[in-house]
């Protein structure tokens, strides 16, 4: 597969992570997507692709692309024999400014583009995106698409704010601190979240730390599971355990398995750090 990222130039920069191309075969037809502390923006290019949410019974097909608010639960994608799309990885917060409702309406329910940007706009980015000269162009296109649509968002200065200390300490911040630094009520910090982010404070907390224990794990070699669990914070190993069947549905063994089939099926694929195969 082909894959092209950059990160936006400011203000941008402080919404998005990262920009990118992707296109090729998938190295899977369902991939399985544990949630993470960051939302996500497709335009798709190519064939249809479907989703599956954790709340959802059957899977839903996106032709002209999604906008996937910071879920917390997994999420299985299902690709065509090629796919291709432009799309950005977006802070937890970062969607808000482009949103035409409450985030916490989208939380865990991914809806087609068009929806949030409307279908004649999303048709002319689409057939802009198709003519250009490639994939730099593209992230350009997008990039421009996303300074048009950028607006004023009421909270957004303090759910930043609060969201970076929560990122910063790997979900280790005790909310009441974030709450008394603000100089807000519990239940308005949680209200501007929800609002933007489309969970708690709480809840994003809880999804850094779970972030940060993957990403901590090297698939090829041994895992002292309590050390691991220990370090990221979890009071014990059946916590830790509990808290990755809740994100992914899986047993912490049962993961690695299935990363270890991916990095023996797939070295070195683009994929290879977060998706899952799910076949």
């Not at 989208?106 to 068009?114: K, Q, S």
């Not at 669990?229 to 690695?256: K, N, S």
Request: charge should be neutral; include cysteine; aromatic fraction near 8%.
């Amino acid at each position: 597969m082909e894959y092209v990222s950059r990160v936006p130039r400011p203000p941008l920069d402080e919404l998005i992570d990262d920009l990118y191309f992707l296109e090729g075969s998938p190295p899977y037809a369902r991939l399985m997507l544990p949630p993470m502390p960051s939302a996500l923006l497709i335009v798709n290019l190519g064939a249809p692709f479907r989703i599956r949410a954790a709340t959802a019974i059957e899977t839903a097909e996106y032709a002209d692309g999604c906008v996937v608010t910071m879920p917390t639960r997994a999420l299985e994608f299902g690709y065509p024999l090629r796919t291709r799309s432009v799309g950005a990885h977006v802070k937890p917060w970062g969607l808000a400014p482009f949103l035409p409702m409450p985030a916490a309406e989208l939380c865990d329910r991914p809806v087609a583009v068009e929806q949030v940007w409307g279908r004649p706009a999303v048709a002319e980015l689409r057939d802009r995106l198709a003519m250009a000269d490639g994939p730099h162009e593209m992230l350009t296109l997008l990039e421009e698409e996303f300074m048009r649509r950028l607006r004023e968002t009421a909270g957004l200065g303090l759910v930043r704010h609060a969201s970076s200390v929560i990122a910063a300490t790997s979900g280790a911040v005790a909310i009441g601190d974030l709450r008394a630094a603000a100089g807000v009520s519990s239940t308005h910090l949680a209200q501007r979240f929800k609002e933007l982010i489309g969970v708690t404070p709480k809840r994003l907390a809880r999804t850094h730390r779970f972030a940060a224990a993957v990403f901590a794990i090297d698939p090829a070699g041994p895992i002292d599971w309590g050390e691991l669990a220990g370090g990221a914070g979890y009071f014990d190993q059946a916590h830790f355990g509990h808290e990755f069947r809740v994100f992914t549905g899986l047993t912490p063994t049962r993961y690695i398995e299935v990363r270890r089939r991916f990095l023996r099926e797939h070295p070195g694929h683009v994929l290879d750090s977060w998706p899952l195969p799910a076949d």
